[in-house]
């Protein structure tokens, strides 16, 4: 084995994967641990390749690297993008579930009486900007929740209930690290009611996504934890939270949640505060 070519492959794998992790948030120590791998890999194939066919020149070599380098991990990642694991919520009893895997990147809370949420930096918008609608007028929190490539893009009712409001909101593709994103991009909003309360979620597209799928349809029964959407590649899901007693949120920004299984807050309607 020409350990030149094996040091090329990994140093080339661990100058590339990185950025390109940073650019489509993703952990940046999953994007190292990944780079070693993808760089070992395509050294043990580039020491292969070298062997069996001498005469292919530096050049060569070099862009079949730099392919395998790129080609390897997108197949990864198309592989883990479009699993659709079964899951059953561990809880359903006064809890309200996550509607998508990935990182909580807020929490914002809503004051009482008020139309108006700031979601990311200094920016303040009307919350019905972001809902595209005015049917959860008690909204006491806005949790948004970012969705990497490498995430189950599947999306999850966070209650059960009755849809009782689906619209898509037509609109841009810009990056989500952009703060008008989530009142300018496209994006479907669906309301599920349980005869006590209303819970918003708001599928958001970025700049990759061209493709909001629904699977729910105004007047359809949901159980918690069921599929009610996907989001083709990385996208943001927020969940609007009404105003409960003993309503308690149970996630942070920085915090890994999980569709249907994770539970983002408490309630607890039966006893008095």
Request: glycine residues 8%; charged residues 25%.
């Given at each position: 084995?020409r350990?030149e070519i094996?040091?090329s492959?990994l140093?080339?794998?661990l100058?590339?994967l990185?950025?390109?992790?940073w650019?489509?948030r993703?952990?940046?120590r ?13 050294g043990f194939?580039m020491?292969?390749?070298d062997s069996?066919v001498p005469?292919?020149g530096m050049i060569v070599l070099?862009?079949?690297e730099?392919c395998l380098?790129?080609?390897i991990p997108?197949?990864i990642?198309?592989a883990r993008f479009y699993?659709?694991?079964?899951r059953?919520p ?11 895997d990935?990182e909580?990147?807020?929490v914002?809370?809503v ?11 200094d ?6 900007e972001?809902?595209a609608?005015?049917?959860i ?11 990497n ?5 599947v999306?999850?009712s966070?209650?059960?209930g009755k849809?009782?409001f ?6 841009r ?10 009142v300018?991009n ?10 006590a309360?209303?819970?918003g ?8 996504v061209?493709?909001?799928?629904s ?13 009610l959407g996907a989001?083709i590649f990385?996208?943001?899901?927020d ?7 003993n309503l308690?949120?149970e996630?942070k ?16 309607l039966r006893?008095k505060?």
């Amino acid at each position: 084995m020409r350990m030149e070519i094996f040091a090329s492959s990994l140093a080339l794998a661990l100058i590339l994967l990185p950025l390109l992790a940073w650019k489509w948030r993703i952990n940046i120590r999953t994007a190292i641990v990944g780079a070693v791998v993808i760089g070992g890999l395509t050294g043990f194939i580039m020491n292969q390749i070298d062997s069996s066919v001498p005469e292919l020149g530096m050049i060569v070599l070099a862009l079949i690297e730099l392919c395998l380098i790129l080609i390897i991990p997108f197949l990864i990642i198309m592989a883990r993008f479009y699993r659709d694991p079964e899951r059953s919520p561990v809880e359903t009893e006064n809890v309200i579930l996550s509607p998508a895997d990935g990182e909580v990147i807020y929490v914002s809370k809503v004051d009482g009486g008020s139309s108006l949420v700031s979601t990311k930096g200094d920016k303040v918008f009307k919350l019905d900007e972001i809902t595209a609608t005015n049917l959860i007028p008690d909204v006491a929190y806005l949790v948004g929740i970012d969705m990497n490539m490498l995430n189950v893009h599947v999306n999850r009712s966070p209650i059960a209930g009755k849809t009782i409001f689906r619209k898509r909101t037509k609109g841009r593709f810009i990056s989500l690290r952009r703060q008008e994103s989530e009142v300018v991009n496209e994006r479907v909003t669906t309301i599920i009611e349980n005869g006590a309360f209303r819970v918003g979620v708001v599928q958001i597209a970025s700049r990759l996504v061209r493709r909001i799928v629904s699977y729910v349809e105004e007047g359809d029964n949901l159980e918690a934890g069921q599929r009610l959407g996907a989001i083709i590649f990385g996208s943001q899901v927020d969940v609007a939270i009404p105003e409960l007693e003993n309503l308690k949120i149970e996630v942070k920004t920085g915090d890994e949640v999980k569709a249907g299984v994770s539970i983002i807050a408490r309630y607890d309607l039966r006893r008095k505060l």
